[in-house]
């Protein structure tokens, strides 16, 4: 079936520093994937998305490229800050309509200033 | 985006007794309903798919009797946890599903079953 791989957490970093987030994902034929932030107290959010190969997702400086070679879909963001604090899901859904999003485990990330 | 709310924020209950939980898409209809667990430092659970009229779809391992679901209207869906014991105390978020393909997501309900 359809699943979700990302690393495992806490990331711990430092503000202005470079982020990544890997995410893996393992699916039959097309998925769009996404990346979605869980603030702390908060529902998830929607963070960006991308539907189809070589796509980008970006939003709040964050961006992710989906890689159907390595069937990938990274969260990268060039300086992070004490607000982007919080945990990060990568998520897929199969191209087939009405279906629901599956999640990786979540990142939590941790930015000090 | 679309607005989802769940209530109760937080319930705690007594072993052997039933919680419902609603959730309300605020200002649009979902036909589709989605019930998920999260478990402590783990992902979100999809527990079932919950269509509007009709009866719930519910993943493997996801005891319908135990969990039940009822989507009422287009704007409400309950979840109801059939005699509770701690092994059930999680956090439950619902998610609705918009005309456009979107989803959103309710802030979640704290169970806590002693």
Redesign the interface.
């Known amino acids: 079936g359809n699943s ?1 791989t990302q690393m495992e957490g806490p990331v711990t970093l430092s503000e202005e520093a470079f982020l990544t987030i890997n995410c893996t994902y393992t699916a039959t034929g097309y998925p769009s994937l996404f990346w ?1 932030v869980q603030y702390p107290g ?5 963070l960006l998305k991308a539907t189809k190969a070589d796509d980008k997702g970006s939003n709040k400086g964050f961006e992710a490229t989906y890689r159907k070679e390595t069937t990938s879909f990274h969260l990268e963001k060039g300086s992070v800050q004490v607000s982007d604090s919080a945990v990060y ?1 990568c998520a897929l ?1 199969s191209n087939q ?2 279906t ?7 990142t939590t990330l941790s930015v000090s200033s | ?1 679309a607005v ?1 709310s769940q209530h109760p924020s937080r319930v705690i209950c007594k072993s052997g007794t039933s919680v419902k939980i609603e959730c309300r898409s605020l200002d649009f209809q979902a036909t ?1 309903m ?1 019930w ?1 667990r999260q478990f402590p ?4 659970m ?1 527990m079932a ?1 919950s269509n509007e009229g009709s009866k719930a779809t519910y993943e493997q391992g996801v005891e319908k009797d135990k969990f039940l679901i009822n989507h009422a209207s287009l704007t409400l869906s309950t979840l109801t946890v059939t005699s509770a014991h701690p092994e059930d105390s999680s956090f439950y ?1 619902c ?1 609705a ?1 918009t005309g456009k ?3 959103f ?4 309900t704290r169970l806590t079953v002693l």
Do not use: H, N, W
């Open positions: 979700v979605y908060e529902g998830l959010q929607l899901f859904r309509a009405g629901a999003l599956i999640f990786g485990k979540g | 985006g989802v589709t989605f998920y430092k783990k992902s979100l999809l798919t978020i998610s599903r393909d979107e989803q997501f309710g802030p979640g």
